[in-house]
């Protein structure tokens, strides 16, 4: 039902204007006066015909005149074209209005003959057609509005799509780099790694595409990409991933995570530290989901790699503007010999 008067909202602002004008109209017409006993048949008559021509008039007005206004900018043609229908109908109107009170009293056979009664209403249904045509006005602005959150809608999801694909290349990049190595040290964990590979790339051709993905899946995701890690690092290096929780039946922006992992690999890992550690942990209470990653840190190879992770850090964070606006917080906290990174999120 909100639906539809979401789409429908300017059919429904009209009718309820008329409904309306129809309640109060045959209200004001009714009530009693000197002690008369009103014609509830005769006065709903005139209601009707009061809302019929006065809707006439006005949406003669609305989808003729005011658009030709509205484009050709000529008031004065605009006027001339309004003034001859309008008064027609008036006068067809006001002789109705008599045809239907011919056997009133005579007190209101004179006022509706009188010029005073011709001039009060028509500047009564003059009133109503302004009325109507300043809702022409208030559709144009629903319009416009829709319009720019359409274009921004799109942006928005161009851009996301954008940032998403920067990921990619950066992720294969890494992983080939990892299946290299151990093809030419001939490893038997070569079939296990292409075999992760392939399904973290089912997950990110497919799965990822999807506004929100399960929990599960994108967990499902980090744990193969750190089985691939272990691989090339021989286990030499602790790897600590806890999850705590209930996260089933939650549902997260895919591939948010990835980027902090990353890091913490590529800037904290080394087969040469004897300090090197990794230490993962996603708790979910509610909506709410704390992230945490820690890592040790070592002295960047090359400015070029200090750039690198500042575009991947601005990236996720353009993504977590777009994607949880006012529903996360992220901390990253950086020490001479580690980095930490808590990122809060509302589901």
């Given amino acids: 039902m909100q639906t539809y008067f979401q789409k429908n909202r300017i059919l429904v602002m009209h009718l309820s204007f008329w409904c309306l004008y129809l309640s109060f109209f045959f209200y004001q017409i009714t009530f009693m006066r000197r002690n008369e006993e009103p014609d509830y048949l005769k006065s709903a008559t005139d209601a009707l015909f009061q809302v019929l021509f006065t809707a006439a008039i006005s949406y003669f007005n609305y989808f003729i005149l005011l658009p030709r206004l509205l484009n050709h900018k000529r008031l004065g043609q605009y006027l001339l074209e309004f003034i001859v229908p309008f008064i027609l109908i008036i006068t067809i109107h006001i002789f109705l209005k008599r045809y239907i009170y011919s056997e009133a009293s005579t007190r209101q056979l004179n006022y509706l003959n009188s010029t005073r009664f011709a001039v009060t209403h028509s500047i009564t249904v003059i009133f109503i057609t302004v ?11 629903f319009e416009l ?3 720019k959150k359409e274009i921004e809608n799109e942006k928005l999801t161009a851009e996301l799509r954008f940032l998403k694909a920067q990921i990619n290349p950066h992720f294969l990049f890494n992983t080939l780099n ?15 790694v292409i075999d992760k590979l392939s399904q973290m790339m089912r997950y990110m051709l497919y799965d990822s595409n999807h506004v929100k993905v399960p929990v599960t899946k994108e ?13 090339r690092l021989d286990n030499k290096v602790p790897i600590d991933f806890k999850i705590s929780g209930n996260v089933e039946n939650k549902k997260i922006v895919p591939l948010i995570f990835i980027t902090f992992l990353e890091n913490a690999f590529k800037h904290g890992v080394s087969n040469t530290s004897k300090n090197a550690f990794v230490n993962i942990s996603i708790n979910i209470s509610d909506n709410n989901c704390e992230y945490i990653v820690e890592n040790n840190k070592l002295p960047p190879k090359t400015e070029d790699d200090l750039a690198k992770s500042g ?7 353009r993504r977590l503007e777009l994607s949880y606006p006012e ?7 950086e020490t001479d010999t580690r980095y930490l990174v808590n990122l809060s999120l509302t589901l």
């Fill in 131 to 141: 009325f109507v045509g300043m809702l022409k006005f208030v559709e144009d602005w």
């Fill in 145 to 147: 509005e829709a319009k």
């Fill in 178 to 192: 990892n299946l290299y190595y151990l093809a030419t040290v001939n490893s038997p964990k070569t079939p296990e």
């Fill in 219 to 231: 967990i499902e995701y980090m744990k193969n990409y750190i089985d691939l890690e272990k691989l």
């Fill in 311 to 317: 575009i991947g850090l601005l990236n996720v964070k």
């Fill in 327 to 333: 529903k996360y917080e992220l901390n990253v906290t």
